[in-house]
């Protein structure tokens, strides 16, 4: 079940302070909701045919997507909430914006649509994609991070926000082609304690696109001992047509 309001304190907060929608920025109305009735159509979810591993979405019904039947991947599965297309303009305000705030959105809604599917998976920590302190300190959050702590809190899984460290400040994926993302990524992440070994770790991140940094945290997870890493993402790619980038 879904609550509008935690605590009285909290109920009080949105009174000085009501919640912006994910979609419009404007105060979500009904008031409490964290997102609008009429707003809520324009995020996509990533419908099926979807990529069993990846979760991509595919434009014909099979199993695979050419880049999981190629091996390319070194995390065992995942899954993004809504597609990149309908959820950018969103994501951009989340992550450069200062509006922290959606992430409680984001949680409850990928709870209440993947939720099952990540407790099948029976993960044991919930791990955000880290930012280089630089960056993070800029930016006064890291997005990921918000979003895991939503998700840790509903599904009641904890979640480690030093488990994984960024060692380089890596140019933004975005400015990259796909071969230059492996590469600017290489050994971007260490993994400085025994937090993760044998768990099966859930990798939380904003935006899957190629699948190369939920990799190279797969990677360092995995060299640090983690049995398993599996991930979820709010936007992640739709059948083509909807485009990533
Ligand atoms: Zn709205
Ligand atoms: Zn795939």
Redesign the pocket.
């Known amino acids: 079940m879904k609550e509008l309001f935690r605590t009285a304190g909290e109920f009080l907060l949105q009174l000085l302070y009501p919640r912006r929608?994910p979609?419009?920025d404007?105060i979500?109305?009904p008031f409490g909701e964290t997102?609008?009735a009429?707003?809520m159509p324009v995020l996509k979810p990533v419908v099926a045919p979807r990529c069993i591993r990846c979760g991509r979405g595919l434009s014909s019904e099979q199993a695979l997507c050419d880049a999981c039947r190629s091996g390319a991947h070194l995390f065992a599965r995942g899954r993004s909430l809504f597609t990149y297309r309908s959820a950018a303009p969103s994501l951009y305000r989340f992550k450069y914006a200062g509006r922290r705030e959606y992430a409680r959105f984001y949680g409850e809604e990928a709870v209440y649509c993947l939720g099952d599917e990540i407790r099948s998976w029976g993960p044991d920590l919930l791990v955000p994609v880290p930012l280089h302190p630089k960056r993070r300190k800029k930016r006064g959050y890291n997005q990921a991070a918000e979003f895991a702590k939503e998700l840790s809190g509903q599904l009641g899984i904890p979640v480690s926000e030093n488990a994984l460290k960024r060692t380089r400040n890596t140019a933004p994926m975005k400015l990259l082609s796909p071969a230059q993302r492996q590469n600017n990524l290489k050994k971007a992440f260490i993994v400085p304690g025994n937090d993760v070994k044998s768990k099966k770790v859930l990798v939380v991140d904003d935006i899957y696109t190629t699948g190369a940094t939920i990799d190279e945290a797969a990677r360092a997870l995995l060299e640090a001992g983690a049995a398993k890493v599996l991930f979820v993402t709010i936007a992640g790619p739709g059948a083509r047509g909807t485009k990533v980038q």
């Open positions: 929608c979609v419009c404007g979500a109305s997102v609008c009429e707003c």
